[in-house]
């Protein structure tokens, strides 16, 4: 089977996440191309892939030759006669499981305890984001004078998770996936996320880490020094996370959509 996969330009950081997982799993059996929606219409693909933002542009995808799958739906045109075709089936992580690259499975288990003083909380920067770590920094220094935030600018390599002592996604929209709590749990870190319907699923409804209100810096700051300086409730949560993260092996999510492809193609 060829694949064409197309990145537009407002793809999210998770829509990339997921298309490196997808081309690394795929193209063990399958011909994988990364490719424009112009150069997809030549390509001789037999489906596509479409990881994109808010919405499809109907411009990129009027009488669009392939079958495909998006990770957005169409954006409906203003001009009827364009007939832009939209995607058979959206991907939603509702829809197809998530999945993490292989590099932080490989280094899962190695992660030594920080040495020198203070604790490191990490999470990765998003604009809407940036006051619950403000405020729920603020609210631990009334508390605690010894723990430092490191917010990243880029997504977090295993290397820069091993770095920290514990991981926080203050999402504060429900359709923010780029949290990086899957990287985190796989890596071994304790986790606290605002509880998003996807960070739910993570964290087996709080199972495997601790779940917060959305736009609660006062339950995010409970929850941050607990994990830090509870060992008990931290060994509890790494320990049920340690029997899970395989549900973020890249073949659960391959599974699905090469059942999605195949039957696109019929």
């Known amino acids: 089977m060829r694949i064409a996969q197309i990145i537009l330009p407002d793809a999210t950081v998770y829509e990339r996440k997921c298309q490196r997982v997808d ?35 109907a411009s990129a995808f009027t009488r669009f030759p392939l ?61 809407e984001t940036r006051n619950m770590v403000e405020q729920t920094l603020a609210h631990i220094h009334r508390f605690r004078d010894d723990v430092q935030w490191r917010v990243f600018d880029s997504p977090p390599s295993p290397e820069d998770l091993a770095g920290v002592d514990l991981w926080a996604d203050p999402a504060v929209l429900e359709k923010d996936y780029s949290g990086f709590v899957a990287e985190a749990l796989v890596i071994g870190l304790p986790v606290v996320a605002t509880r998003t319907l996807l960070n739910a699923r993570r964290l087996e409804q709080g199972r495997t880490g601790l779940l917060v209100p959305p736009r609660d810096p006062n339950e995010m700051t409970h929850a941050i020094l607990a994990l830090l300086f509870k060992p008990e409730i931290t060994n509890d949560k790494i320990g049920a996370a340690t029997q899970t993260v395989s549900k973020f092996r890249a073949r659960q999510r391959l599974r699905v959509l090469v059942d999605m492809y195949q039957t696109l193609i019929g």
């Open 23 to 57: 081309q690394a799993a795929l193209s063990e059996r399958h011909d994988v191309l990364v490719v424009t929606p112009e150069e997809a219409r030549m390509s001789g693909a037999d489906v596509a892939h479409v990881y994109a933002g808010e919405a499809l542009p």
């Open 67 to 127: 079958p495909y799958v998006a990770s957005s739906s169409l954006h409906p045109s203003r001009w009827p006669w364009r007939r832009a075709v939209g995607p058979r089936e959206v991907v939603t992580p509702e829809r197809v499981p998530e999945a993490v690259e292989e590099r932080y499975f490989a280094a899962s288990g190695a992660r030594a305890p920080r040495s020198g003083h203070g604790s490191i909380v990490g999470s990765f920067a998003r604009p």
